[in-house]
């Protein structure tokens, strides 16, 4: 960051008073700029057993597998960015179930949450970040082909859960060295 979004001055790297990590900070106006970690929601849409996935027409990643997950936007909340999501990437309903995993990516500043989530038909269709959408069964799924160790894992404990009967809450770190 160069320039301050409040007033256009210069800003500066340093601890503010009464902080302990280093913020920009204007030298004009005092603004202090804060930098949080973002959000990244998403769905796992399941129809007969089968679960959708999405095949990336956008980088990072570009031709690999995801669930259709992205960037939570201001003003909605974490339920509401996964149904926009699935709709977004998809064009596919589904009705948003429990919370099922959260994932740190402290490295990359990101938090990754994953809803549990019902297709409400078979009327899906790639959208505008999707080359191809596809239901998988687990034997099928294009393990080699994911996108990142977030939706691995997310569909690692998935099919665990789905096999034992019972769906559970996850949570974990993801180091450096996985994503």
């Given at each position: 960051?160069?320039?301050?979004?409040?007033?256009?001055?210069?800003?500066?790297?340093?601890?503010?008073?009464?902080?302990?990590?280093?913020?920009?900070?204007c030298?004009?106006?005092?603004?202090?700029?804060?930098?949080?970690?973002k959000?990244?929601?998403?769905?796992?849409?399941?129809?007969?057993?089968?679960i959708?996935?999405?095949?990336?027409?956008?980088e990072p990643?570009?031709?690999?597998?995801?669930?259709?997950?992205?960037?939570?936007?201001?003003?909605?909340?974490?339920a509401?960015?996964?149904?926009?999501?699935?709709l977004?990437?998809?064009?596919?309903?589904?009705?948003?179930?429990?919370?099922?995993?959260?994932?740190?990516l402290?490295?990359?500043?990101?938090?990754?949450?994953?809803?549990?989530g019902?297709?409400l038909?078979?009327?899906?269709s790639p959208?505008?970040?999707?080359?191809?959408v596809?239901?998988?069964?687990e034997?099928?799924?294009?393990?080699?082909?994911l996108?990142f160790?977030?939706i691995?894992d997310?569909?690692?404990?998935?099919f665990?859960?789905?096999?034992?009967?019972?769906?559970?809450?996850?949570?974990?770190?993801?180091?450096?060295?996985?994503?």
């Open positions: 960051m160069n320039y301050c979004s409040n007033c256009g001055a210069a800003v500066r790297l340093h601890v503010p008073p009464g902080d302990n990590l280093p913020r920009y900070v030298g004009a106006c005092q603004t202090i700029h804060y930098q949080n970690p959000i990244v929601v998403g769905c796992i849409p399941e129809w007969e057993g089968r959708l996935l999405c095949r990336r027409a956008i990643r570009y031709g690999l597998w995801t669930l259709p997950a992205g960037f939570m936007e201001n003003e909605e909340t974490t509401q960015a996964a149904l926009r999501e699935t977004e990437e998809a064009n596919a309903k589904v009705a948003i179930g429990d919370l099922f995993a959260l994932f740190n402290p490295h990359i500043s990101q938090v990754y949450l994953a809803f549990r019902r297709l038909d078979l009327d899906f959208g505008t970040e999707s080359l191809e596809e239901l998988f069964d034997a099928h799924i294009p393990w080699e082909r996108a160790q977030t691995r997310t569909l690692r404990h998935y665990a859960d789905r096999r034992a009967g019972a769906y559970g809450f996850h949570f974990a770190d993801i180091l450096p060295a996985s994503e």
